[in-house]
Structure formats: C-alpha cells, structure tokens
C-alpha cells in the first residue's frame, strides 16, 4: 500500500499543478494495521526499516496480567469490555494499548503494544 505523492507537491498560486521533485522512498510506504483479536494465538513476522524485525499478533487467548504484588500469572481472555481507541474496535473486540479486558482474575487494563510487540501484557484494575 503506497502512499501517493500528494503531499511532495504543492499546487501553484495560480492553481496550476507543480511536479513533485521525488518519489516516495520505500521506508515511507504503509502497512496495513495488526488488529489482534481473541482466540488461537498467531503470530506474523515482518522485516521493517534498519533489517529489525516486528512480531505481530492476529490472535491472542492468554494476557502475561501483573496483580499488583510483584506477580505476574498468564490467565485467559474473556472477552474486550473497553476499547477508547475506537469505537469499532469495542465493537469487533480488537485488542490494542489501554483496551480494557475481562479475565479470570477480573478487569484489567493493557499496557503493551501487540500490534507490534507480539505480546498482551496487562496490569489488574481496582474494582
């Protein structure tokens, strides 16, 4: 999905169109987005920009949840209460950084990126 070259020029003052003086480089293209989902964890890999490598979630049924006293349990995923990211995501169940998640241990909150990082990780809310 490459991006056009609709803000590498700008259009003259007298309406006329102006050539950009480049293309777009291939650091600069997009992705489509990781939105991980509850179920069967899958994993996808890919090369981004430097030779590094980012482990994506598809789906995910386990949260690594940190209750408070130095602990940290791998429980199940229930289901997606919240998501204030987007309103269609609180729709769809998609899990991002600050979705609210219902599990066995209760609501929590969390604090990982899994579109990028490959990970749930979540810390336990106060009821």
């Not at 980012?54 to 006293?69: H, P, Q, R, Y």
């Not at 609501?107 to 990082?117: I, R």
Request: aromatic share 4%.
């Amino acid at each position: 999905m490459r991006k056009s070259v609709e803000n590498l020029a700008t259009s003259k003052i007298t309406g006329g169109r102006r050539v950009p003086l480049r293309i777009r480089r291939k650091y600069e293209t997009d992705r489509y987005p990781n939105e991980p989902i509850n179920g069967a964890q899958v994993t996808v890999t890919r090369r981004v920009r430097g030779s590094n490598n980012k482990t994506a979630l598809k789906s995910i049924d386990f949260v690594n949840l940190a209750t408070g006293e130095a602990k940290v349990k791998k429980t199940k995923i229930i289901k997606v209460l919240e998501n204030d990211t987007n309103n269609d995501y609180k729709r769809r169940g998609i899990i991002t950084k600050g979705a609210i998640l219902e599990t066995a241990e209760g609501k929590c909150k969390v604090v990982s990126k899994p579109g990028q990082n490959g990970i749930v990780n979540a810390i336990l809310l106060k009821e």
